[in-house]
């Protein structure tokens, strides 16, 4: 079982939406970080959360991690084509793990 | 800042050859790096984490025999795939953070393929 648990695992839509994905653990984290990772690349670190109930704003994106440290979810707001990717969240427990991922796909 | 590389990016090879990977930190000392491996369309699995001047830490089901791991120095880890074989094949990616930072940065990843 994953550590980490990100959903949804896919999701496609139309550039303009908004979208948010969840990552979520029953376990609390010193610190979780978004990725966003491209075919053949290694991920592009994206933010950093640290303390519970923290938002980070990047551009379009907005980050918010639980107040409890257990949970994160990343809007997206007027997705664009280069949006397009997969993200990754990474919880720091001591050791850094990764959820599954996932992979959004914005049509133009 | 923080920029990874790797060498080579992609690399084929014929089964029971051995494969050395590259991971080198350009403009910071990395007193940690980590090396991850990626089956298509599924996230990084941690491999092993490697200190500086010790030996590499394996996690559970990585073959530290097959996968040897060398972090001699604060800019550069190692990676050789030994006797690799078809099942090996996937991308590898590195990674490296400084001394009290929870943040890691990524290279841009091998791909190994073996035939």
């Known amino acids: 079982t994953q550590l980490l648990e990100q959903s949804p695992q896919f999701l496609s839509i139309q550039e303009g939406e908004n979208l948010t994905v969840y990552c979520n653990s029953s376990?609390?984290?010193?610190?979780l970080q978004w990725y966003r990772q491209e075919p053949g690349e290694g991920p592009v670190l994206l933010v950093t959360?640290?303390?519970?109930?923290e938002v980070k704003k990047l551009k379009r994106l907005t980050f918010q991690f639980g107040d409890a440290r257990k949970d994160s979810s990343l809007h997206i707001t007027a997705a664009q084509p280069g949006d397009t990717g997969l993200y990754l969240c990474a919880g720091d427990n001591n050791d850094m793990r990764f959820g599954a991922g996932t992979r959004l796909t914005v049509k133009p | 800042g923080a920029v990874v590389s790797q060498h080579p990016s992609r690399v084929i090879c014929k089964s029971g050859t051995s494969v050395k990977i590259e991971c080198r930190s350009l403009?910071?000392?990395?007193?940690?790096m980590f090396w991850y491996r990626q089956f298509p369309k599924q996230s990084l699995m941690l491999m092993a984490t490697?200190?500086?001047?010790?030996?590499?830490?394996?996690e559970q089901g990585v073959e530290k025999d097959k996968f040897l791991i060398n972090h001699a120095s604060l800019t550069l880890s190692t990676l050789t795939v030994t006797s690799a074989h078809p099942e090996d094949s996937s991308f590898y990616i590195c990674s490296a953070s400084v001394s009290g930072g929870n943040e890691q940065f990524f290279g841009p990843g091998t791909r190994l393929t073996v035939l």
């Open positions: 490697s200190n500086e001047g010790s030996k590499a830490t394996y």
């Open positions: 403009d910071f000392q990395a007193t940690t």
């Open positions: 959360v640290v303390t519970g109930g």
């Open positions: 376990s609390v984290f010193s610190s």
